[in-house]
């Protein structure tokens, strides 16, 4: 069966949440180290308008994408921060150029002008991935994150809608 993606329902919340606890618990590819509540999830679906996509085979999610704030305040509406996240076994099939390229139409229509990639420097794929589908390198900041008693960098990429 293909893979579906849609907007992401409250119902949705406990799956999208073993995704990302997953990689919260197991890699080094977020900096987060505070598992994500399926409640909170739930509610932010609520309340929040910003598209969250989900792909799902079958059923079961495969992972996700969205985007929020990139910074606080008026001048930094049209740039956001962006969020992909795709379980182990769903990477390289090109669900997350499917995902990314859905979340991008979805950003263009609600005047999203920058979207802003924050990736480990323990995650190398993600940072072929994003130049692969459009993002620039723009940035880097040497050891702003910290877990399991390591430092990490943030690799910053962007790419203009």
Do not use: C
Not at 22 to 27: E, F, G, N, P, V
Not at 41 to 66: H, M, N, V, W
């Amino acid at each position: 069966m293909p893979v579906q993606i849609r907007q992401a329902q409250p119902q949705d919340a406990a799956s999208i949440a073993a995704i990302a606890n997953t990689l919260i618990r197991d890699t080094l590819f977020t900096f987060t180290t505070q598992e994500r509540r399926p409640e909170e999830i739930a509610a932010r679906l609520q309340e929040d308008p910003k598209p969250f996509l989900l792909a799902e085979r079958d059923g079961r999610a495969l992972g996700f994408a969205t985007y929020g704030a990139f910074r606080s305040g008026p001048g930094y509406r049209h740039t956001q921060e962006h969020s992909i996240q795709l379980l182990p076994e769903a990477q390289g099939q090109g669900l997350g150029r499917a995902l990314m390229a859905q979340l991008e139409e979805a950003a263009r229509a609600r005047e999203v002008h920058m979207l802003v990639a924050g990736i480990s420097s323990a995650n190398p794929k993600a940072v072929g991935f994003h130049s692969a589908i459009g993002f620039t390198r723009t940035g880097l900041m040497p050891q702003v994150g910290h877990k399991w008693g390591q430092w990490l960098d943030l690799i910053l990429m962007q790419k203009q809608l």
